[in-house]
């Protein structure tokens, strides 16, 4: 049963799509689709699974909204200008295949006009296929919130017609970050958990890793949709390294680099090659190189922290945010040592978006153990400890403070 | 589908103009969009000074006043109907508006449509 589930969870997503668009209506389409899944979860152990699937669930879906169209006039007046605009664009597919209408609904579901809380949501609901109490789980939301948002979201593409259309070439400069941006989040939250007691939610990691391979096969030229790709597969790679026996945090330098995964590496650097080659590299590429320098160091004495602090360079340039001017600092400590990475930091302290950021706090506070600054690392990991999110981050900062005491 | 292009003009200069869109910019966009053929109406507003509110409360009493007076610097300077495909294309005339320049804003809101109108 479980399998079928999973066959038509990547089924849903095509076929929500090819409906929304072929509508103008997410509603219709989500319900339509449920139905005629439905059906077949009915149907197929009795009569067999059809010859083509995805066709069958096609089929019975489009019949299903027009038996619901025929019932309900009002709604189908307020679509019908919709439909008529939605059949001009439709050009004629060859061999009759079912459109794959996905990529739409990633720019529909990550349009700039949706709030940006809603975005990720409804890309979790649309193209991963998740229940609205798996996507309010995954924002930590209660479902009553979660689905006011999604039916929020919903209400504003159908009234202010958000259109089910990939931007041209020359817009997609301008609207792809959207959506990269879109299934980042999605995976920053898997892999460093606001709050909970959990340091990593792999769920929604691995929900991001799937949603950025959809899109690749989609946009498989993009190169900063292979850079995405690469950069979480990365950095998932450390998952099982990256937590103790009771989910403890452990750090890069104490990580056993045999429990990475060495098959998502190898995929993921060959996708960092692939995003790296054929023009200047984005944002995504370049994070994506300095996530394989660490990946390719067999010990973390022997990481290339040349290499890295060069691409944090190129980074910087691309993308000047004091994030990133963060970790290009914490990785100059260990090129030049943790006086100059210490100058570095205290010309950010003033950054707005520092200011209540746990992970510069502790940046502070490990620089200023590692000078035997002892009275100055309390402080800072004092307020690290006061930022952190997660359960295991302050019981990690926690330990560290004790072992300063001790020491 | 129609929609409303509210214009809240940014920051003025000493002539009274927004800074960086000179009329000629505005008579630029009006003869694009209108020779686009999406234009419903479009106004542009007199003064804001000239602005009068009023309210009729429970009893019928009508209350006039003058004003009000926005204290921020963004103020409705004018408006478009346009009639087209969607949001993106209602974004894209946004975007060219002299208006959403320098400071200011244009707020695109969709017309309610009613089934059977």
Known sequence: MDQVEAVFREERGRLLAALARRFGDLDLAEEVTAEAIEAALLRWPIDGVPPNPGGWLMTTARRKAVDRLRRDQVYAAKLAILQVDADRAEAPRPGGEFPDDRLELFFTCAHPALAAEDRGALTLRCLAGLSTPEVARAFLVPAATMAKRIVRAKAKIRDARIPFRVPSKDELPERLPGVLQVIYSVFTEGYAASSGPYLQRLDLAEEAIRLARILHSLLPAEREVAGLLALMLLVHARRDARTGASGEVVLLEDQDRTRWDHDQIAEGRALVVQSLTGGPAGPYAVQAAIAAVHDEAPTFASTDWVQIVALYDVLSALDPSPVIALNRAAALAFRDGPEAALTLLDTLADEPRLRDYHPYALARADLLQRLDRRTEAVAAYERALTLAGSDPERIHIRARLADLSNA | ?117
Do not use: H
């Open chain 2, 1 to 117: 589908m129609k929609y409303l292009l509210l214009i809240n003009a940014g920051e003025l200069d000493l002539s009274g103009g927004a800074v960086g869109c000179e009329p000629a910019d505005w008579m630029r966009f009006d003869q694009e969009i209108t020779d686009a053929g999406v234009v419903v109406a479009s106004e542009s507003l007199a003064d804001l000074v000239t602005q009068t509110r009023v309210q009729v409360d429970n009893d019928g009493k009508r209350t006039v006043t003058d004003g009000p007076f926005a204290e921020t610097r963004e103020v409705l300077g004018g408006f478009y109907v346009i009639d087209v495909p969607d949001l993106d294309v209602a974004l894209d005339w946004a975007a060219k508006c002299p208006g959403s320049r320098a400071g200011g804003a244009v707020v695109v809101r969709p017309v309610a449509e009613f089934p059977g109108a």
